[in-house]
């Protein structure tokens, strides 16, 4: 949802999304409140009033920011301080701004997660209508050191930013649906997986657009 939000405020007019309860596998338990005031009646609205997408360049890597959530059991450990600084030591080779947050949470299951997002800008400014911002995440597992765990996060990011891609693996499939409300829109995916070509097809069918796909870029363009 972090690097989901801008998007969608390009389509609602406020979102609110409050964590209410954390849950880790295998009993989960998490709870979300999530309201969505939408900017928009219907799709026939939209057209000429909103941007299209626009992510194809990178720009220039300018802070790497992330959070770690750890289940209320292992702070005696400091699990979540290892993760983030397993994670932080890795990315030093970027000589950027490295800000990991750390929490603890009562939870049913002992668990934990890592997400670290880096924020690129253009020729010195970050677009709030189309930021660049790439992800990655890790789970805490059984018989993993949390070294490790921060180093597997870090890594997944360094190999996003090192493809040079505006758009990372995890979020280009759940791109394709809002560039479909905005044809013209173009988005360069560090990888395109199976999900965006289901994705696309599946769009295709419910409005008028069609998705072009060259190398990792995809294209939306109108057929009316």
Same mark, same amino acid.
């Given at each position: ?17 409050? /964590?209410?309860?954390?849950? &880790? ?6 709870? $979300? ?5 939408? #900017? !928009?009646?219907?799709?026939?609205? /939209?057209?000429?009033? @909103? ?18 959530? @750890? ?6 450990? #400091? ?12 990315? #030093?080779?970027?000589? $950027?701004?490295? =800000?990991?947050? =750390? ?5 049913? *299951? ?9 924020? !690129?800008?253009?020729?010195?400014? $970050? ?28 890594? #997944? ?5 090192? *493809? ?20 013209? *829109? =173009?988005?360069?995916?560090? $990888?395109? *997986? ?5 994705? =696309? &097809?599946?769009?295709?069918? !419910?409005?008028?657009?069609? !998705? ?13």
């Amino acid at each position: 949802m972090r690097r989901g939000k801008w998007l969608l405020l390009l389509l609602a007019a406020r979102i609110d999304l409050k /964590i209410l309860k954390r849950g &880790y596998y295998p009993t989960g338990g998490g709870k $979300v409140l999530l309201e969505i005031r939408p #900017k !928009f009646k219907n799709y026939a609205e /939209i057209p000429g009033k @909103v941007s299209p997408v626009n992510l194809m360049k990178q720009g220039t890597l300018e802070q790497i920011r992330g959070i770690v959530n @750890v289940s209320a059991e292992l702070q005696e450990k #400091k699990v979540a301080e290892r993760i983030s600084s397993a994670a932080q030591e890795s990315l #030093k080779k970027y000589a $950027v701004p490295c =800000t990991i947050r =750390t929490e603890y949470a009562a939870a049913s *299951s002992i668990g934990g997660d890592i997400l670290l997002w880096a924020i !690129f800008s253009q020729q010195g400014d $970050v677009n709030e209508i189309n930021p660049v911002i790439l992800a990655s995440d890790a789970l805490l597992e059984p018989q993993k050191s949390s070294e490790r765990i921060g180093q597997e996060a870090a890594k #997944k990011l360094m190999e996003e930013i090192d *493809s040079g891609a505006a758009v990372d693996h995890y979020l280009a499939d759940q791109l394709i649906p809002f560039m479909a409300l905005l044809p013209g *829109s =173009t988005i360069n995916a560090s $990888v395109l *997986s199976d999900h965006v070509v289901t994705n =696309t &097809y599946v769009v295709e069918k !419910f409005l008028p657009i069609k !998705f072009m796909v060259e190398g990792k870029s995809v294209r939306c363009v109108s057929r009316q």
